[in-house]
């Protein structure tokens, strides 16, 4: 039922049910030279809203700000919604991808800032 894939590729990850384990060993070492770092590589699942009335659902991508999306379906009432996010880009992020989870699965991924 996802929509939108043709602009992201591909699903960004659910990281609250893959974590960020595949890059724990590149963080913890990099700490100690993040000092004075202009661009940085973000990934983030953070919890959405949905407004009935206007079809939309809303949220916060750290850095970045508020992003609202229309729905592909209705949303039911109980439903729990999240938005994993990840920067796109090389050196300096280019965009922001998404995808929005509706009970876990998979419900839009789409490029939601700038180009990926």
């Known amino acids: 039922m996802c929509v939108n894939t043709e602009q ?3 699903h960004v ?3 609250t049910v893959t974590g960020f384990e595949e890059h724990s060993d590149q963080i913890a ?5 993040l000092e004075g770092v202009e661009a940085l590589s973000l ?9 009935p009335t206007t079809n ?11 992003v609202c999306i229309t729905s592909p379906i209705r949303i039911p009432v109980g439903g729990s919604l999240k938005a994993c996010v990840t920067t796109c ?3 300096i992020p280019t965009g922001v991808k998404g995808t929005v989870y509706l009970n876990d699965k998979a419900i839009w991924s789409g490029t939601i800032i700038g180009f990926c």
């Open 56 to 66: 939309k659902i809303c949220f916060k991508v750290p850095v970045f700000g508020d």
């Open 29 to 33: 070492s990099a700490l100690a030279s």
């Open 89 to 91: 880009g090389r050196f």
């Open 43 to 51: 990934s983030a699942c953070v919890g959405a809203s949905y407004n």
């Open 8 to 10: 992201s590729g591909s």
């Open 13 to 15: 990850p659910n990281y």
